[in-house]
């Protein structure tokens, strides 16, 4: 019955009591064309005083036309009262309506006893008329009375009842209903009371107020009952952090019960939300603590995860999301505390050397959490710079060394541009995110952008990598180069190959040395062009523009190379035009390139191997034909990058061989001799000591050998006999014999470190003439850094190299020492 009458009095668009009229009228309408029948009626009534809707009833009945009628534009109205004048209530009356809102109060906040009200509604809600009567007082009086019976019973009940834990939170939260639903009832049926008589005291707090207060300072200001209360919040979350994964307390729809009752009441941020925080760090700092000792510390960083999820799923089911952050943030920093530095040394390596991107996320996911990614940084920005420098002066493995870098340049660029990035969403706290993301209206996925920390970091850790070994890096760079442009795309896409090549420029960017790559690469360049061994001329002017515009403008040598080729090519069509005209077809098996010793990384032979009769006609008649062209001019003979094509007849068919011209030399020996030793063939072709052996090493130990090898072993001694090899059989016509002397030998790369070593001598005594003409007199840690900062873009000098200069420079008269101040130079006009 009393939840029936609860349900009815609560309607919010309920006008029952606020419309009950029992004052007795009869309304009269008239007018020119409407009169009224209706016979005089009589309705008892309060005191007019009391009943103020009774006259806005009034008003709006006076103010209308009846249902269904047209409206009129003139209306008289005239009002009639019938019937005696009501008599006062006495004094007695009023006690006892006092009396019946007493007994009505004692009857509602009875937790223990069940009994009907003492009166109906309709008597209970008209006895509020006392208040008229100066019983106001006493009957808000009496509220407050009855309602610290009624707390002081219901926290006796709570501290008497035997359940403990979850199940008497279940008892609470029946009080709890119970009370509500009785302070509702009061409401309706003390509208009167609440409305008017309490509203007309400035400062008086209304029924609810009183209600909600009392009930707080009686329960929620228990210490005991509170006590209870966190015992069994612990009890709960205690069962649920211990029970195997994904297993929730039987009764967990309790606690929701409960968090609903405590947010009702204002209490929810003190009774549950602090306690529970405290709970959950407690547990977690106790558990890492356990965990750390028994895990590794890549199984920690899943073990974090796991427990995050847990407990954020959990505060995602019960708890309110105003809550959500407050327990990420208590988890990861429980979890996480005083643990950064251990994850970092126990788990960031092993993690960066297995290349697991998902653990590194974790890592990076955990760390962020905490907001320590700067830790993470540090670490991580320490190890690149290790790994880097473990790459490059590993001198066992220099052959790999730059696809090793290119590897592990390309795993951390894809970490700082996906799993260390920041990410741009709607919500900072990504738990809410993902709330909304499993909701029926998903959100637009987050936007991801590199964090500039790391690609700074990045960045500095390969330089410093680099810088643990001068030279070589630079110089296998340019040789990777090299091979790439020999390969060429290989059935892929432009755009492929072109992002290959720029990943190697994006690590010529972290050496000091971009002298000693330009040096390689110009060699290398120069035997690719000369040998026709590049796959695209394009690219290799395009990787030349490129280089030319965005590091280094002394790259522009690499266009003059092509336009000596192209006037070579425009010669040799006159040169071919000009023996036509003699009648002369043989030359037309010559080519000969013309190129300016200045734009050729080429150093001038001593001696040259001497040709065979036919071929050093043909040499003699070309340098007849140009210099009758270009009269001035001297032609030097390189034939070390030279090639020839050769018929040889095998046991088991012709085949034509592609070869060096140094190749050419030494097979053709054999036109006359079967079998000749090295000496002899040294003597009769005057090659290079080196070069002699390589190319003996080329054609008598290398995959294809068309000639034989007397002992057999990998080294050319002097005392080594060469025969013609008949048995020499390919699937190919046409064969070509890789040429040793194409590739840079070890001593082709020491000559050229030689030469770069002269040139920066050069440059640095360039660099310090310049700055000293300019500033006429400087200290000497001032030149020196003036110098550095000079030559920078081309390579990073030593100290003692510049000091070295200095000297030189001072004794050439260059620059002379200050009379008082040793430690200054000043120039010399």
């Keep these: 019955m009393s939840d029936e009458l609860y349900t009815l009095l609560t309607l919010p668009s309920s006008q029952a009591f606020r419309d009950y009229h029992p004052t007795g009228f009869t309304v009269s309408l008239s007018s020119s064309n409407t009169h009224s029948g209706s016979p005089p009626r009589k309705t008892p009534r309060l005191d007019a005083d009391l009943d103020s809707a009774s006259a806005s009833r009034s008003r709006l009945l006076m103010m209308g036309d009846p249902i269904g009628s047209a409206p009129t534009k003139k209306a008289v109205i005239r009002v009639q009262i019938n019937g005696a004048a009501i008599q006062p209530y006495t004094d007695r009356q009023y006690d006892a309506d006092f009396a019946l809102l007493k007994r009505t109060f ?33 009957l808000y009086g009496s509220l407050n009375l009855e309602l610290e019976k009624s707390v002081r019973e219901v926290a006796r009940m709570l501290h008497a009842n035997p359940k403990e834990g979850v199940e008497w939170l279940a008892e609470f939260v029946i009080v709890c209903e119970w009370f509500e639903k009785q302070v509702g009832i009061i409401q309706s049926l003390f509208a ?10 400035p400062g008086t707090p209304s029924i609810r107020s009183i209600c909600y207060s009392q009930f707080a300072d009686g329960i929620f200001g228990d210490s005991g009952i509170v006590l209870k209360l966190h015992t069994g919040i612990a009890s709960w979350i205690q069962h649920e952090r211990t029970s195997p994964a994904n297993t929730t307390h039987p009764h967990r729809p309790t606690i929701t019960s409960l968090i609903a009752r405590l947010q009702h009441h204002g209490q929810y941020a003190y009774i549950f939300e602090a306690h529970f925080l405290v709970l959950t760090t407690e547990f977690h700092e106790a558990e890492s603590t356990e965990k750390c000792a028994e895990l590794s510390a890549e199984k920690f960083l899943v073990h974090c995860e796991r427990r995050r999820e847990e407990e954020m799923t959990r505060a995602r089911e019960v708890m309110p999301e105003e809550s959500w952050g407050k327990v990420r943030e208590k988890v990861d920093r429980a979890l996480l505390g005083g643990k950064l530095e251990w994850l970092v040394e126990g788990a960031l390596g092993l993690l960066m050397d297995e290349m697991r991107e998902a653990d590194l996320n974790r890592m990076h996911k955990l760390f962020g959490a905490v907001d320590s990614v700067k830790v993470l940084l540090d670490g991580w920005t320490k190890y690149v710079e290790n790994k880097v420098k473990s790459i490059v002066t590993d001198k066992e493995h220099d052959d790999d060394m730059v696809e090793t870098l290119l590897k592990f340049k390309h795993f951390a660029d ?48 390969f330089r410093r990598g680099f810088k643990h070994r001068r030279n070589k890096p630079a110089e296998l760079l340019a040789k990777h180069v090299d091979k790439a442009m020999r390969k060429g ?15 190697v420029l994006a690590l010529y960017r972290f050496t000091d040395d971009k002298d000693v790559f330009r040096a390689f690469y110009h060699r290398a360049l120069a035997k690719r062009l000369l040998l026709d061994k590049s796959a695209s001329d394009d690219f290799e002017k395009a990787m030349l523009k490129k280089l030319k515009e965005q590091y280094d403008p002394e790259f522009s040598m690499g266009d003059h190379m092509f336009n000596d080729l192209a006037l070579s090519r425009d010669s040799m069509r006159e040169f071919y035009a000009h023996r036509a005209r003699q009648g002369d077809t043989a030359a037309q098996k010559l080519n000969v390139m013309v190129l300016q010793r200045s734009f050729w990384p080429f150093t001038a032979r001593k001696s040259e191997a001497d040709l065979p009769p036919d071929m050093q006609t043909d040499l003699t008649k070309y340098t007849a034909f140009y210099k009758n062209k270009h009269q001035g001019h001297k032609l030097d003979w390189d034939h070390a990058l030279g090639t020839a094509t050769l018929r040889a007849r095998f046991a088991r068919g012709e085949k034509e061989l592609s070869v060096s011209l140094y190749q050419a030399l030494v097979l053709l020996l054999f036109n006359e001799d ?18 002699l052996r390589r190319t003996l090493q080329s054609l008598a130990l290398g995959k294809k050998r068309v000639l034989k090898k007397q002992p057999m072993g990998k080294d050319v001694l002097d005392t080594d006999v060469f025969a013609f090899n008949p048995d020499f059989n390919d699937a190919a016509y046409r064969v070509h014999i890789n040429s040793i002397q194409v590739k840079e030998t070890a001593e082709e790369s020491k000559k050229t470190q030689t030469l770069i070593e002269s040139d920066r001598k050069h440059v640095l005594d360039a660099a310090i003439v310049r700055v000293m003409k300019a500033k006429k007199e400087l ?43 040793m430690n200054v130079f000043v120039y010399v006009a």
Excluded: W
């Design 414 to 461: 894809s970490l700082v541009h996906d799993t260390f990035a920041n990410t741009d969403t709607s919500s900072s706290d990504p738990d809410i995110k993902m709330e909304s993301s499993s909701s029926s209206n998903p959100i637009a996925p987050p936007t991801k952008h590199p964090n500039q920390l790391f690609l700074y970091a990045l960045s500095d850790a």
């Design 489 to 503: 795309q290989q059935g892929r896409k432009d755009e492929d190959f072109q992002a290959e090549l720029d990943r």
């Design 192 to 201: 009167y009371l609440d409305r008017v008589y309490i509203n007309s005291l």
């Design 674 to 691: 079967s079998e000749i030793g090295f000496g002899d063939i040294k003597e009769r072709t005057r090659i290079d000591d080196g070069e």
């Design 779 to 821: 200290h000497n840690e001032a030149l020196k850094t003036a110098t550095i900062d000079a030559v920078k873009n081309h390579f990073v000098p030593n100290v003692n190299m510049i000091k070295d200069r200095i000297d030189e420079l001072v004794e050439q008269e260059y620059l002379r020492r200050h009379d008082t101040d």
């Design 106 to 138: 004692r009857v509602l906040f009875s937790p223990t006893v069940v009994e009907p009200l003492p009166s109906t509604y309709e008597r209970i809600y008209t006895a509020c008329r006392v208040c008229a009567a100066q019983k106001g007082e006493g």
